[in-house]
C-alpha cells in the first residue's frame, strides 16, 4: 500500500542478490542511520533500498549520491528486508571500491597478506583459499591477494593466460616469466568482469583488443595498474601492468653506467642544448633511464616539459602531458610544448618523420630534447633517423648522445656461488674482453665467474637473482662521427669511427658486469648476442 502511495517500486531483498560493490558505497553506519541500502550497481545506475521514501536522512543520502554522479533508482522496502542488507556488511573484506578505477586495499589487510606472502606458493595457497569461498566477495579476495603478491614479489606484470580447460596465472619477476597457479575459467570469467569494470572497458565485447587503466590505494598512496584484454582462442586473455613509482625513482648513479660513460653522460646533460637519445626494446628500462636524467638537472629554475604515451609514472617539478590519437599527436604536443617556453623536452618516442624533425629543430634551437627509438644499438640511432629523412649534416649539430641498453638480472647476493669459466666461456670472455679500447677498466681476473644457485634462497624466493640492473653503450658526437655522418653510413661503420671514444660496447659492458659478480654469462647470453660482430 506504502508503495502505491509513493509511486516507489516494492522489493523483497531476501529473493534479491545484494551486490558488494554496491553495498560499499554507503559506509554501514550512514546507511543504518537513513534506514537505508544502496543493494544494485551496473556502472553508475544503481539500486537504492529505503523503508521510507519522505524520510529526510534517507533524501539526503539520495542527493548525495546523486552529487558522485550515480543514477539512482528508489525501491520500498520492509524492515525485515534492510536487516538481511545490513547483514552483509559482515560479509565485506577489507577491499573497498571508493570510486570508479580505484580499487582500495587497506593497511590491515595489505600487511596481513604481506606476512602470508613469502614466495609464490604462499600466494597460489591463498588463491585456492579464495576460490573455494562461497561468500559473495570471493573474487574481491582474490583480486586481493593476487595485487598483494604482485606487490610483495615485486612483480612488474600479472598475466592471465586461458587455455582450453583452466587458466594459467603467471607474475613478469625481474623480466621473466614465472607460473603462480592455474584455476577454473568460471572464476576467471568473474574476475576479468571485475577488472574490465575496475578499468573502464566495455564488458559486453569480448572480440577486440581493450586498453584501460585503474589504481590500487595502499597506505594513502595510488598506484597505477595498466590494463590489456586481448581476444583469444578459449577467452579473453588479460595483462595487468604495475606502474609502482618506486621503480622508477632509480638514481643516475644506480642504473648500472659504467664510470667513462657516466661521466661522458653527466657533462652531455648539463648542456643547454642537444638532443640525447636511448634506444632499445620495450621494456629494457629507456623511461627509468630518462626520468633519472630528468631527475638529476630537474631545479627550480628549469622549466621541463614531457610529452608521453601514456603518462607512466608521475615526477614533482615537471609539465608532464599525455598524447591523445586523435588531437593530441607527438608532433602537434611537441610544436605546442616549444610554444611554452620550456627549457628542457622529453618525447615518449621518435616514431615518424614529423616527430623527427620537430625534435631535432627544437634541438637546434636552445632546448635539450630527450627521447627514445626502436634500434638494436646506439650506432643503429644514426641511420634510423637519416631514414626517416633528418639530413646528415643537420645530425651532427643536434645529436649530443646516443645510447643503447637491455636489463639483465642480478645475482642474489645472499645465494650466489663462484666458479671458474670452463674453456668455452674462457674463450668467449677472452674475445670480448680483448676488444676493450681502455684497458683501465679490465679487472685483474677474467677466469672467475658467479652463478645462482640453483633453488635460490629465502631472500630471492627461490630464484636465486633479485633485481636488475642496466648494460649500456654510448655513442657521442665527435669530429670522426661528425665526418663520416656525410656519406649515409651503415650501423657498423658508425660503431668503428665511434671506437676512439673508449666506450664499452653492451657486449663489453656485460662481461665486466659478469666478472664483477653482479650478473652471471648465462643470463647476459639471454639479454645480449655474445657473437655480434664475431
Not at 613469502?118 to 582474490?142: C, F, Q, W
Not at 584484454?229 to 613509482?245: D, H, K, M, Q, S
Amino acid at each position: 500500500m506504502l508503495s502505491q502511495k509513493y509511486g516507489v517500486e516494492y522489493v523483497d531483498l531476501s529473493l534479491v542478490s545484494v551486490n558488494s560493490d554496491a553495498l560499499r558505497l554507503l559506509s554501514e553506519t550512514e546507511a543504518r542511520d537513513a534506514e537505508a541500502a544502496v543493494f544494485g550497481r551496473i556502472g553508475k545506475r544503481i539500486s537504492v533500498a529505503v523503508r521510507a521514501p519522505k524520510n529526510p536522512k534517507a533524501e539526503a543520502l539520495v542527493q548525495k549520491l546523486q552529487n558522485l554522479g550515480y543514477e539512482v533508482t528508489l525501491f520500498m522496502v520492509s524492515g525485515e528486508s534492510l536487516k538481511r542488507a545490513y547483514a552483509h556488511y559482515a560479509d565485506l573484506s577489507y577491499a573497498t571500491e571508493t570510486k570508479a578505477g580505484v580499487f582500495e586495499l587497506s593497511n590491515t589487510e595489505l600487511e596481513e597478506l604481506l606476512q602470508k606472502v613469502s614466495s609464490l606458493s604462499d600466494i597460489g595457497k591463498l588463491i585456492n583459499e579464495a576460490i573455494v569461498l562461497k561468500h559473495s566477495y570471493r573474487i574481491t579476495r582474490i583480486l586481493e591477494v593476487i595485487l598483494a603478491g604482485a606487490l610483495a614479489t615485486k612483480a612488474s606484470d600479472v598475466h592471465f593466460e586461458p587455455e582450453e580447460s583452466k587458466v594459467r596465472l603467471r607474475y613478469r619477476l625481474d623480466g621473466v616469466l614465472i607460473d603462480v597457479l592455474t584455476f577454473d575459467p568460471e572464476t576467471y570469467h568473474l574476475m576479468l568482469s571485475r577488472l574490465k569494470l575496475l578499468s573502464g572497458l566495455k564488458l559486453n565485447i569480448g572480440n577486440e583488443a581493450q586498453d584501460g587503466r585503474f589504481s590500487i590505494k595502499i597506505k594513502g598512496e595510488e598506484m597505477e595498474l595498466r590494463t590489456s584484454v586481448l581476444p583469444g582462442n578459449y577467452a579473453e586473455t588479460l595483462v595487468l601492468r604495475i606502474l609502482n613509482p618506486q621503480a622508477i625513482g632509480v638514481e643516475l648513479e644506480a642504473l648500472g653506467l659504467n664510470a667513462k660513460l657516466r661521466a661522458k653522460i653527466e657533462k652531455e646533460i648539463s648542456k643547454p642544448n642537444g638532443m640525447i637519445l636511448t634506444t632499445g626494446p620495450t621494456g629494457s628500462g629507456k623511461t627509468t633511464t630518462l626520468y633519472a636524467f630528468l631527475r638529476k638537472i630537474n631545479s627550480t629554475g628549469t622549466k621541463i616539459i614531457t610529452i608521453e604515451d601514456p603518462i607512466e609514472y608521475h615526477l614533482a617539478g615537471l609539465v608532464q602531458t599525455q598524447v591523445d590519437k586523435k588531437n593530441y599527436t607527438f608532433a602537434s604536443g611537441l610544436r605546442s610544448a616549444l610554444r611554452q617556453d620550456p627549457d628542457i623536452i622529453m618525447v615518449g618516442e621518435i616514431r615518424d618523420t614529423e616527430v623527427a624533425e620537430v625534435a631535432i629543430n627544437a634541438a637546434l634551437t636552445g632546448h635539450l630534447v630527450f627521447s627514445t627509438l626502436h634500434t638494436n644499438n646506439a650506432a643503429g640511432s644514426f641511420p634510423r633517423l637519416i631514414d626517416l629523412g633528418i639530413s646528415e649534416k643537420v645530425l651532427s649539430s643536434a645529436v649530443n648522445t646516443a645510447l643503447a641498453q637491455r636489463l639483465v638480472r642480478t645475482l642474489c647476493n645472499a645465494c650466489k656461488k663462484e666458479r671458474a669459466a670452463t674453456t668455452e666461456e674462457q674463450k668467449t670472455i677472452d674475445r670480448i674482453i680483448n676488444g676493450i679500447v681502455d684497458r683501465a677498466l679490465v679487472p685483474a681476473r677474467t677466469n672467475m665467474l658467479h652463478e645462482a644457485t640453483k633453488d635460490g634462497c629465502v631472500e630471492c624466493n627461490g630464484r636465486g637473482y633479485k633485481g636488475r640492473i642496466g648494460i649500456f653503450e654510448g655513442i657521442c658526437m665527435d669530429s670522426h662521427i661528425e665526418e663520416i655522418l656525410r656519406n649515409r653510413p651503415s650501423e657498423r661503420e658508425v660503431a668503428a669511427a665511434a671506437r676512439p671514444q673508449g666506450i664499452p660496447t653492451m657486449q663489453e659492458d656485460g662481461i665486466l658486469k659478469v666478472l664483477s659478480g653482479l650478473t652471471s654469462l648465462e643470463e647476459l647470453t639471454r639479454v645480449v648476442d655474445l657473437e655480434l660482430g664475431v
